[in-house]
Protein backbone atom coordinates (compact mmCIF):
# COMPACT_ATOMS: atom_id res chain seq x y z
CA UNK A 1 0.00 0.00 0.00
CA UNK A 2 1.20 3.78 -0.88
CA UNK A 3 0.60 6.40 1.12
CA UNK A 4 -0.98 9.41 -0.14
CA UNK A 5 -1.92 12.95 0.63
CA UNK A 6 -4.96 15.14 -1.45
CA UNK A 7 -5.81 18.67 -0.36
CA UNK A 8 -8.78 20.61 -1.23
CA UNK A 9 -7.81 24.25 -1.28
CA UNK A 10 -11.09 26.60 -0.35
CA UNK A 11 -11.39 30.01 -1.22
CA UNK A 12 -14.61 32.09 -1.93
CA UNK A 13 -16.48 28.61 -1.27
CA UNK A 14 -14.87 27.42 -4.87
CA UNK A 15 -12.14 24.49 -4.39
CA UNK A 16 -8.79 24.90 -6.10
CA UNK A 17 -8.99 21.94 -8.61
CA UNK A 18 -6.37 19.73 -10.79
CA UNK A 19 -7.37 18.91 -14.14
CA UNK A 20 -5.08 15.78 -15.04
CA UNK A 21 -4.33 16.47 -18.65
CA UNK A 22 -0.73 16.37 -18.78
CA UNK A 23 0.74 12.92 -18.15
CA UNK A 24 0.49 9.99 -20.17
CA UNK A 25 0.18 6.43 -17.78
CA UNK A 26 -1.81 8.77 -15.80
CA UNK A 27 -4.56 6.57 -13.43
CA UNK A 28 -6.24 10.31 -13.01
CA UNK A 29 -5.67 11.01 -16.65
CA UNK A 30 -9.00 13.64 -17.67
CA UNK A 31 -10.08 13.62 -14.43
CA UNK A 32 -10.61 16.20 -11.94
CA UNK A 33 -8.69 15.92 -8.35
CA UNK A 34 -7.89 17.97 -5.21
CA UNK A 35 -4.08 18.38 -5.05
CA UNK A 36 -1.53 15.70 -3.65
CA UNK A 37 1.28 12.71 -4.07
CA UNK A 38 2.80 10.20 -2.83
CA UNK A 39 4.75 10.81 0.55
CA UNK A 40 8.78 10.84 0.76
CA UNK A 41 10.32 8.78 2.90
CA UNK A 42 10.23 9.36 6.88
CA UNK A 43 7.26 12.30 5.29
CA UNK A 44 4.57 12.75 8.01
CA UNK A 45 1.12 13.17 6.26
CA UNK A 46 1.41 17.04 7.28
CA UNK A 47 5.18 17.23 5.11
CA UNK A 48 3.54 15.92 2.38
CA UNK A 49 0.47 17.77 1.85
CA UNK A 50 2.50 21.17 2.65
CA UNK A 51 5.43 20.14 0.03
CA UNK A 52 3.12 18.56 -2.61
CA UNK A 53 1.10 21.80 -2.15
CA UNK A 54 3.55 24.17 -2.97
CA UNK A 55 4.68 22.10 -5.80
CA UNK A 56 1.84 21.54 -7.89
CA UNK A 57 0.52 25.24 -6.99
CA UNK A 58 2.92 27.42 -5.65
CA UNK A 59 1.31 27.86 -2.84
CA UNK A 60 2.07 28.02 1.00
CA UNK A 61 -0.95 26.61 3.06
CA UNK A 62 -1.14 28.34 6.19
CA UNK A 63 -4.25 27.04 7.63
CA UNK A 64 -5.30 23.39 7.02
CA UNK A 65 -7.34 20.56 8.94
CA UNK A 66 -6.49 16.75 8.45
CA UNK A 67 -9.97 15.67 7.36
CA UNK A 68 -9.42 12.15 6.98
CA UNK A 69 -8.38 9.27 5.30
CA UNK A 70 -9.23 6.84 2.53
CA UNK A 71 -8.11 3.59 2.13
CA UNK A 72 -8.65 2.30 -1.99
CA UNK A 73 -8.73 -0.96 -3.50
CA UNK A 74 -8.60 -1.53 -6.80
CA UNK A 75 -7.87 -4.55 -8.74
CA UNK A 76 -5.75 -2.74 -11.52
CA UNK A 77 -3.55 -0.51 -8.87
CA UNK A 78 -1.38 -0.74 -5.99
CA UNK A 79 -3.56 -0.23 -2.75
CA UNK A 80 -3.55 2.99 -1.41
CA UNK A 81 -4.09 4.99 2.09
CA UNK A 82 -4.78 8.85 0.75
CA UNK A 83 -4.89 11.36 3.38
CA UNK A 84 -7.55 13.88 3.40
CA UNK A 85 -7.00 17.36 3.92
CA UNK A 86 -8.88 21.15 3.37
CA UNK A 87 -6.97 23.95 3.40
CA UNK A 88 -8.38 27.47 4.07
CA UNK A 89 -5.71 30.06 4.01
CA UNK A 90 -2.32 29.95 2.13
CA UNK A 91 0.04 32.89 0.81
CA UNK A 92 1.65 32.65 -2.38
CA UNK A 93 0.63 33.02 -6.07
CA UNK A 94 -0.46 30.81 -8.22
CA UNK A 95 1.98 29.12 -9.99
CA UNK A 96 1.60 26.18 -13.88
CA UNK A 97 0.98 22.43 -12.81
CA UNK A 98 3.18 20.30 -14.71
CA UNK A 99 0.47 17.36 -13.95
CA UNK A 100 -2.56 19.39 -15.47
CA UNK A 101 -4.35 22.73 -15.18
CA UNK A 102 -5.45 24.31 -12.38
CA UNK A 103 -8.95 26.00 -11.44
CA UNK A 104 -11.29 27.52 -8.61
CA UNK A 105 -14.10 25.80 -9.24
CA UNK A 106 -17.36 26.33 -6.91
CA UNK A 107 -18.22 23.90 -4.94
CA UNK A 108 -21.77 23.54 -6.08
CA UNK A 109 -20.28 22.88 -9.48
CA UNK A 110 -17.71 19.88 -8.05
CA UNK A 111 -20.24 17.05 -9.42
CA UNK A 112 -20.22 17.98 -12.85
CA UNK A 113 -16.75 17.12 -13.14
CA UNK A 114 -15.23 14.32 -14.58
CA UNK A 115 -14.56 12.82 -11.22
CA UNK A 116 -14.07 9.17 -9.76
CA UNK A 117 -17.73 8.38 -7.86
CA UNK A 118 -15.90 8.16 -4.69
CA UNK A 119 -14.51 11.66 -4.78
CA UNK A 120 -17.78 12.80 -4.76
CA UNK A 121 -18.60 10.72 -1.42
CA UNK A 122 -15.85 11.97 0.60
CA UNK A 123 -16.27 15.39 -1.10
CA UNK A 124 -19.65 15.39 0.36
CA UNK A 125 -18.27 14.49 3.86
CA UNK A 126 -16.33 17.62 3.75
CA UNK A 127 -19.13 19.63 2.51
CA UNK A 128 -20.82 18.41 5.77
CA UNK A 129 -18.00 18.87 8.31
CA UNK A 130 -18.21 15.25 8.60
CA UNK A 131 -15.58 14.71 12.24
CA UNK A 132 -12.34 12.65 10.94
CA UNK A 133 -13.30 9.59 9.14
CA UNK A 134 -12.40 6.58 7.80
CA UNK A 135 -13.82 5.17 4.00
CA UNK A 136 -13.04 2.48 2.36
CA UNK A 137 -13.50 2.50 -1.86
CA UNK A 138 -13.20 -0.41 -3.92
CA UNK A 139 -12.49 -0.14 -7.45
CA UNK A 140 -13.12 -2.83 -10.20
CA UNK A 141 -11.53 -0.64 -13.37
CA UNK A 142 -13.43 2.50 -12.97
CA UNK A 143 -16.20 1.14 -11.68
CA UNK A 144 -16.84 1.57 -7.39
CA UNK A 145 -18.30 -1.43 -6.59
CA UNK A 146 -18.37 -0.75 -2.61
CA UNK A 147 -17.65 1.78 -0.31
CA UNK A 148 -17.83 1.96 3.62
CA UNK A 149 -17.93 5.04 5.95
CA UNK A 150 -15.85 4.13 9.69
CA UNK A 151 -16.58 0.45 8.84
CA UNK A 152 -20.43 0.11 7.70
CA UNK A 153 -21.19 -0.55 4.38
CA UNK A 154 -22.83 2.64 2.74
CA UNK A 155 -25.05 2.65 -0.48
CA UNK A 156 -23.15 3.71 -3.85
CA UNK A 157 -26.06 4.11 -6.09
Known amino acids: MINTTLCYIEKD ?9 KKENDINRDKWIGIGGK ?3 NESPEECVLREAYEETGLRLTSWKYRGI ?3 V ?3 YEGEYMHLFT ?3 FEGELAECDEGELEWIEKEKLKSLTLWKGDLIFLGLLDSDEPFFSLKL ?12 NGE ?3 ID
Open 74 to 76: SDR
Open 39 to 41: FEE
Open 13 to 21: NKYLMLHRT
Open 138 to 149: CYEGDTLVFASL
Open 70 to 72: VTF
Open 153 to 155: KIN
Open 87 to 89: ADR
